[in-house]
């Protein structure tokens, strides 16, 4: 058992860099950072990989590992792709956290139009949201031309819908 670990931890690894690396040469094919051809390859190429591990002949005999042993695989490798991806979007677009980071990086003192010049690396409030609304348009959630935001495409309406029914469903009124 404790080799398909070591498969799930290799190829959760592999993935991870290979994602590194097409973030590091995007820039090269003029590929934006939300692609889904970036988040989508490594990932969705993992689990191909990883259904390959758990069925390669390692002697002369050929073993393949239960059904539910693999699918079981997989559902943990997904696991810590969900937790990899929340944890950078975490880290790349908390607003509380933005606030520490540019507190820490002014000695820890600004006032409030300061930090609003501030904010996100310069960008400003509205150039944050500005930011936001194209990487929502480039994930293909809803429509924007820079100054005009919607209307939300049918896969904006359907994650709006869902991020409602979760909220509901976890109870979470304040967010944000």
């Known amino acids: ?41 490594p990932f969705i190429g993992g689990i191909g990989f990883l259904w ?8 002369e005999v050929f073993y393949a590992w239960p059904l539910t042993i693999r699918v079981g695989a997989i559902a943990l490798y997904l696991a810590g792709i969900v937790v990899y991806v929340e944890l950078r979007a975490l880290l790349s677009r908390g607003y509380s956290l933005r606030i520490v980071i540019d507190l820490l990086e002014c000695n ?32 293909g959630l809803l429509r924007f031309d820079g100054r005009k935001v919607g209307p939300l495409t049918l896969a904006g309406k359907a994650c709006a819908a869902f991020a409602v029914f979760a909220r509901n469903l976890l109870r979470l009124e304040r967010v944000g």
Do not use: W
Not at 52 to 59: S, V
Not at 108 to 126: E, F, P, R, T, V
């Open 108 to 139: 820890g003192h600004l006032d409030i139009q300061q930090l609003k010049g501030n904010y996100g690396g310069g960008l400003s409030l509205s150039g944050l949201l500005v930011k936001r609304l194209k990487t929502l348009s480039d994930l």
């Open 52 to 59: 390959y591990l758990l069925e390669l002949h390692f002697t």
């Open 1 to 41: 058992m404790i080799e398909i670990f070591s498969y799930v931890a290799m190829t959760f690894c592999g993935s991870v860099l290979l994602h590194r690396g097409l973030l590091s040469i995007r820039g090269c094919f003029r590929i934006p950072e939300q692609s889904k051809l970036i988040l989508g390859v």
